[in-house]
C-alpha cells in the first residue's frame, strides 16, 4: 500500500515538473511561435489615443520618474492621456504625483483621488477609467519603466490586426539585489518569453499586471475591473476570453516593461499569496467555463488551478523527499522499481534547475547584465529555496482562501530596477508628433528592420 | 509608414529546404517503394536461414532467459544478477517476449523469438539509416545506398541475426544520431535523443563512448538562441537517466563492494566489481600494440569485409578532415573515431564488438561517396530518382574501393593471418592514403571562378549555386589532369574505368567469427568456469 502511494505521488510530482518545464521551454521548441508574437517591425504613424492608468499607493519613491518616463515616450503628447489615481489618505505620493505632473511636457495629465473602500488597484482603475476618455485604456504599475516607442508598437499592431487588446512584456531586471531576485526575474522571463507564447497559441491568455493595452469600449463591455478580486488582470482577462475577444501578444525583450522585484522575503510571500488568491477567486467565478473551445477551458482550469496544484506539491514534499530514502538499503526495502521511480521527481528538479542556470544566462545576454560566477555558483540552493518559498505562498493563499481573508497585501516599490545599468532600453528622445514620414530616431541595430519583417 | 529601429535578431524559424510540393507527390510513391525494397531485401538476406544459422550461442541463452526472468520471476536474471552489463537489453527482450506469447511463444523456442526480434530490430536500424543518410546528405539515395551496405554487409549478415545486446544498443544510438539531425532541431527531439542514448546505454554500457561526439553535434546543430538549452539539458537528460544504473544498484545495496566500509559485510555481487572485472579483462597493448586483441580483431574485421571497415573509416577520417564545417558528417566521423578508440583501449575485443558501429560506419561511407559522385558527376542531369542515384553510387563506391583496395584477393578464411590487401600485419597506410587520396579529391574539387558549387550542409536539399549551366573543375593537386568543362572528371572514377566488379565477401566462404569461447582473449580474461556465459 505504501509502496503505491510513493509511486503515485512522484508519477504526479514528475508529471508536474515536466508540464512546467514543456511551458518554461516552449518557446525554444516553437520559435515560429515567438517570431508570431512578435512586434511590428516598423511603425504606423500614430493615431490612436491612449489613456494611461497608473494607479498608485505608498509610491512617492517613484511615481515621479514613472511619470517622467510615460512623459518622455516618442508619441504625440496631444494623442496621451495620464491618469495618476491615489487613494486620497496617501497624501504623499499625491504631493509626489503632482510634482512630476506639474513639470512634465504632457499636455493631458492629471492627479484623480478617490476615497472609501475598497483601497485596491482594481478600485483605482475604475477611477481612472471614468476620468478620462481615449479610445485605448493601458496600465501601467507606479514603479514601471516603460519604452518610449511602447505606443507605437500598439498603435501599430491594434490597426493592422485589428484586435482589441494587447498583452506587451514585462521583466523584472534587478536580479542582483537579493539572493532570491534572480529566480523572480527568471519567472517572468520564462513566462513572458515562453510560457505567454503557448497561452497565446491555444488562445487562453491570463493578462499581466500592467502594460496591457484594451479598447476603453471593450473594458465598459465587461463592466471594468471586478474591485473585490486580489488579480484584477486575470480577471478582466478571462472575462474578455468568454467573450471570445483575441487578445494579441506582442513580446519583444527590447520593449519589455522593467520593473524591480519585491525587496525582502515577506515581501516576495505576500505579493505570491494575494497572486495565488486572486487566481482561486478566478476559478471559482467560473467565467472561465465560458471560453469557447475545450483546449482553452482546460488551460484556463490548468493555469488558475495552479495554486491548490502547488499546494499539493508541497504537501506532498515530505513524502517526496523521504519515499528515495524510504526504498533505499537501510529501511523496508519495496520493489526496485518502486525506489527507482520514487527518484523520479528529484531528477525532473535537476533539469529543471538546470533550464533554470541556463535561462539565467540568457537572461543576462539578452538584456545585456553580467551575471557573476558566485550567483550561479549558489544558484542550486537558492534555487531549491525559492521554489520553497513559492509552496509556502501556495499554501499560504489556499489557507486564507478558506479562511476568506482577501485584504490586499502591498507591495513595496524602491526603484531598484531603475539603478540597473541596462543598455538596451536607449535614453529617449523627444516625442515626435506630426505627420507619418517623420523619422523616428532608430537603434543602431535596426539596420534591416524589413527584412526583419519579411523573415 | 515610418521605419522603426527594430533589434537585429537572426532569424529564428530554420527553413526546411524541400522541393516543390508536386515534384514531392509524384517522387513519393517510387520513394516508398525504394525504402520498402531495401528494408525487404535486407531483412531477406538477414532472415535467410535465421534460425540456425551459423550456431546457438551461449550469450544468446544468457539474454533471452535473463528476458524471461523479468516477468517470469521478476528478477532481472535466473541466476544472481551480477552487474555484468545493465539490464535494459533484455528488459526489451522481456518486452518483446511478453509481446509473442512468452519465451517460447510463437517461434518454437527462446532463442529463435530473440533471433526474430533482432530481425525486427534490423527491420528498424534500417529504416533509421535510410533516415540518416537522408538527413545527413539530403538525398534518399545516399540513405538507401547505407541502408544497402549496412544490410548486405557480410559482417553484419554474421552478427545482426544474433541475440546480442550490441545489435539493441545500436538501434537506440542510430535513434539518437537521427534525432539530433532533425531539421529544424527542435528542443523535443534533442530531449528524446538523450532518452535514446540512455536506452541505449542501458542496453549496453558501451553506448557511453558516443556520448561526446553527440554532445558537440547537439550543441552545434542547435539554432543559436537555443544553443545552451539544448546543449545543456541534452546532457543532464542523459546522464541523469544513465544515472538510474548505478542508483539502482545502490538502492539494491550493491553498489560497494562488501567488507568494505560502504558495502556492509553481507557478502553481496556489487557493481564496482562488476566494473573492475569489466575494465580487468585481457589487458593488453590497445591500439599502441600491434599485437593486441584489438590489432588482432581490426585486421581480421578488415579482411573479412573492407569495405564497411576499411572504407567506413576512410570516410570518416574524410568527414573529420574534409567536411568540417558539416556538423552531421563531421561528428559522425568523430562518434566512428571515439568508438574506435574505445576499441582499442587496451581490454577485450571480442568478434562482435564491431556491431554498434557498423551503421555508423556504412553511414559515413555512403554519404562520402554520395558527396564524391555528386561532385564529380556534376554534369550528368540529376533527379532521375532514387534507384538511378543509388546505382551511380554504387558504381562509384565499387571504384573507390577498387583504388583502396588494390588487391583482388580476399581473406583466406583464416582468422588469425594477415588480409593479403594489407600487405602486412598493420593496416597498409599506403593503401589507406590512396583511398584518402581518391576521396579527398572527389571531395575538394574547386571550381573556376565560372562556377560557384559548393559542398554545404545539407546541400542536396538545396539548388546548388551555379553561375553557368556546366561547371568546370579543377583538381587541388597536379598530380590529377584537369578537363574544363568535360563530361569526364579528375578525381572521380568514371564507371567506364571500373573493370573489375567490386568485392563483397560471399557467405558460403565467410568463416564465421570468433567466437568468444573460442577466442584466447576471452579465455584470458574470463575469471570463472561456471556454465553461464559471461562474454560480451
New interface residues.
Given amino acids: 500500500m505504501i509502496e503505491a502511494l510513493v509511486a503515485a505521488v512522484a508519477l504526479g510530482l514528475l508529471g508536474h515538473v515536466l508540464l512546467t518545464l514543456w511551458l518554461m521551454?516552449y518557446t525554444?521548441?516553437?520559435?515560429?511561435r515567438?517570431?508570431a508574437t512578435r512586434g511590428p517591425?516598423?511603425?504606423?504613424?500614430p493615431e490612436l489615443g491612449f489613456t494611461v492608468l497608473l494607479p498608485a499607493r505608498d509610491e512617492e519613491a517613484v511615481i515621479a520618474e514613472t511619470v517622467r518616463k510615460v512623459a518622455a515616450v516618442r508619441y504625440p503628447s496631444g494623442l496621451l492621456e495620464v491618469r495618476v489615481i491615489c487613494h486620497a489618505d496617501d497624501e504623499s505620493t499625491i504631493d509626489a504625483a503632482r510634482a512630476a505632473t506639474a513639470g512634465c511636457e504632457l499636455v493631458n495629465v492629471s492627479v484623480e483621488t478617490f476615497g472609501g473602500t475598497p483601497v485596491n488597484k482594481p478600485r483605482g482603475l475604475n477611477v481612472g477609467l471614468a476620468v478620462s476618455e481615449n479610445e485605448v485604456v493601458c496600465v501601467f504599475d507606479a514603479e514601471d519603466d516603460i519604452h518610449p516607442?511602447i505606443f507605437?508598437v500598439v498603435n501599430t499592431v491594434m490597426l493592422d490586426e485589428q484586435v482589441p487588446v494587447v498583452q506587451g512584456g514585462v521583466q523584472l531586471v534587478n536580479m542582483l539585489d537579493r539572493w532570491f531576485s534572480i529566480h523572480n526575474c527568471l519567472e517572468y522571463y520564462f513566462w513572458y518569453k515562453s510560457r505567454l507564447h503557448f497561452h497565446a497559441g491555444v488562445g487562453m491568455i491570463p493578462l499581466g499586471g500592467n502594460t496591457i493595452f484594451l479598447r476603453r469600449g471593450l473594458v465598459e463591455r465587461v463592466g471594468g475591473w471586478d474591485d473585490r478580486c486580489l488579480t484584477e488582470d486575470a480577471d478582466i482577462g478571462m472575462r474578455i476570453s468568454a467573450l471570445g475577444v483575441p487578445i494579441r501578444v506582442a513580446y519583444?525583450?527590447?520593449w519589455a516593461t522593467r520593473e524591480e522585484t519585491p525587496v525582502t522575503v515577506g515581501a516576495l510571500v505576500r505579493q505570491r499569496t494575494r497572486w495565488h488568491q486572486g487566481f482561486l477567486q478566478v476559478l471559482g467565478k467560473a467565467d472561465w467555463r465560458r471560453v469557447p473551445g475545450w483546449r482553452r477551458r482546460a488551460l484556463a482550469l490548468f493555469t488558475f488551478a495552479q495554486p491548490l496544484i502547488d499546494a499539493a506539491v508541497m504537501c506532498t514534499l515530505p513524502l517526496a523527499i523521504v519515499g528515495p530514502f524510504f526504498?533505499?538499503?537501510f529501511l523496508h526495502r519495496p520493489p526496485?522499481y518502486v525506489?527507482?521511480l520514487s527518484?523520479a521527481p528529484l531528477?525532473g528538479l535537476?533539469?529543471q534547475m538546470?533550464?533554470h542556470?541556463?535561462?539565467a544566462?540568457?537572461f543576462a545576454r539578452d538584456f545585456g547584465l553580467k551575471l557573476p560566477a558566485t550567483t550561479l555558483c549558489r544558484f542550486p540552493l537558492t534555487h531549491l529555496l525559492y521554489q520553497f518559498l513559492l509552496g509556502a505562498a501556495a499554501v499560504r493563499a489556499v489557507a486564507r482562501h478558506l479562511y476568506r481573508r482577501t485584504d490586499w497585501e502591498k507591495t513595496e516599490h524602491v526603484g531598484a530596477h531603475r539603478s540597473q545599468t541596462v543598455p538596451v532600453c536607449q535614453a529617449p528622445g523627444p516625442a515626435v508628433e506630426g505627420p507619418?514620414?517623420?523619422?523616428?530616431?532608430?537603434?543602431p541595430?535596426?539596420?534591416s528592420?524589413?527584412l526583419?519583417s519579411d523573415? | 509608414?515610418?521605419?522603426?529601429?527594430?533589434?537585429?535578431?537572426t532569424?529564428?524559424?530554420p527553413r526546411r529546404p524541400t522541393g516543390s510540393p508536386q515534384r514531392r507527390g509524384r517522387t513519393a510513391p517510387l520513394q516508398i517503394t525504394a525504402v520498402t525494397a531495401v528494408v525487404v531485401l535486407n531483412v531477406a538476406v538477414l532472415g535467410y536461414n535465421a534460425l540456425h544459422y551459423p550456431y546457438l550461442e551461449n550469450d544468446e541463452g544468457t539474454y533471452v532467459s535473463q528476458g524471461w526472468a523479468v516477468f517470469a520471476q521478476g528478477r532481472l536474471s535466473p541466476y544472481t544478477y551480477f552487474y555484468d552489463h545493465p539490464p535494459g537489453g533484455w528488459l526489451q527482450i522481456a518486452g518483446w517476449q511478453v509481446l509473442t506469447g512468452g519465451a517460447d511463444g510463437l517461434f518454437g523456442h527462446g532463442i529463435a523469438s530473440g533471433r526474430i526480434f533482432m530481425l525486427a530490430l534490423h527491420a528498424g536500424s534500417t529504416l533509421l539509416v535510410v533516415a540518416t543518410g537522408r538527413r545527413l546528405t539530403g538525398s534518399l539515395g545516399a540513405g538507401l545506398l547505407a541502408a544497402l551496405v549496412f544490410g548486405l554487409s557480410p559482417y553484419g549478415i554474421e552478427f545482426h541475426r544474433r541475440v546480442l545486446l550490441d545489435n539493441i544498443a545500436a538501434f537506440w544510438m542510430l535513434a539518437a544520431f537521427l534525432l539530433l539531425l532533425s531539421m529544424?532541431l527542435?528542443?523535443?527531439r534533442v530531449w528524446l535523443s538523450a532518452v535514446a542514448l540512455a536506452v541505449a546505454v542501458w542496453s549496453k554500457e558501451i553506448a557511453v563512448t558516443v556520448l561526446p561526439a553527440l554532445a558537440v553535434l547537439t550543441a552545434r546543430r542547435a539554432?543559436p538562441?537555443?544553443r545552451?538549452?539544448?546543449f545543456?539539458?541534452w546532457l543532464?537528460?542523459c546522464l541523469?537517466l544513465i544515472s538510474?544504473y548505478p542508483?539502482?544498484a545502490?538502492?539494491?545495496?550493491e553498489l560497494f563492494p562488501y567488507g568494505e566500509l560502504l558495502g556492509g559485510r553481507r557478502p553481496h555481487v556489487s557493481l564496482l566489481c562488476g566494473l573492475q572485472w569489466q575494465a580487468s579483462r585481457s589487458t593488453d597493448g590497445g591500439i599502441a600494440d600491434f599485437g593486441s586483441g584489438f590489432w588482432q580483431n581490426a585486421i581480421h574485421w578488415a579482411s573479412e569485409d573492407p569495405v564497411v571497415v576499411v572504407g567506413g573509416t576512410a570516410a570518416a577520417l574524410a568527414c573529420v578532415v574534409l567536411v568540417r564545417r558539416d556538423p552531421g558528417l563531421s561528428m559522425l566521423g568523430w562518434l566512428i573515431f571515439s568508438f574506435w578508440l574505445f576499441l582499442g583501449r587496451g581490454g577485450l575485443t571480442l568478434g562482435f564488438y564491431l556491431v554498434p558501429l557498423l551503421p555508423f560506419l556504412a553511414l559515413a561511407l555512403a554519404a562520402v561517396t554520395w558527396r564524391a559522385a555528386r561532385a564529380a558527376g556534376d554534369r550528368v542531369p540529376r533527379q532521375k530518382g532514387p534507384v538511378t542515384a543509388v546505382l551511380r553510387s554504387v558504381v562509384a563506391l565499387g571504384c573507390a574501393g577498387r583504388s583502396s583496395s588494390r588487391s583482388p584477393g580476399r581473406g583466406n578464411g583464416n582468422g588469425g593471418t594477415l588480409n593479403p590487401q594489407m600487405g602486412s600485419r598493420r593496416p597498409s597506410t599506403g593503401s589507406r592514403r590512396t583511398s584518402h587520396r581518391t576521396t579527398r579529391s572527389s571531395l575538394t574539387c574547386t571550381c573556376t571562378p565560372t562556377s560557384t558549387t559548393r559542398t554545404t550542409p545539407y546541400s542536396g536539399l538545396s539548388p546548388r549555386p551555379t553561375t553557368t549551366g556546366r561547371p568546370s573543375w579543377t583538381p587541388p593537386s597536379g598530380r590529377s589532369s584537369t578537363t574544363t568543362g568535360a563530361r569526364s572528371t579528375t578525381s572521380s572514377p568514371h564507371p567506364s574505368s571500373c573493370k573489375t566488379p567490386r568485392r563483397w565477401v560471399s557467405l558460403s566462404s565467410a568463416r564465421p567469427w570468433t567466437t568468444p569461447d573460442r577466442s584466447p582473449a576471452s579465455t584470458r580474461g574470463c575469471p570463472s568456469t561456471s556454465a553461464r556465459s559471461i562474454l560480451g
Avoid at chain 1, 507619418?436 to 537603434?443: F, H
Fill in positions: 521551454t525554444w521548441n516553437h520559435p515560429e515567438m517570431a517591425r516598423c511603425f504606423r504613424a516607442d507605437n519583444d525583450q527590447e526504498g533505499g538499503p526496485v525506489a527507482l527518484f531528477y535537476l533539469l538546470v533550464t542556470m541556463v535561462g544566462r540568457m507619418a514620414d517623420v523619422p523616428i530616431p532608430s537603434l541595430s535596426a539596420a528592420p524589413r526583419e523573415a | 509608414m515610418t521605419t522603426v529601429p527594430s533589434s537585429g535578431g532569424d529564428l524559424i529544424p527542435r528542443l523535443s539554432a538562441h537555443a545552451w538549452l539544448s545543456w539539458t543532464t537528460l541523469s538510474l542508483l539502482m545502490l538502492l539494491r545495496g
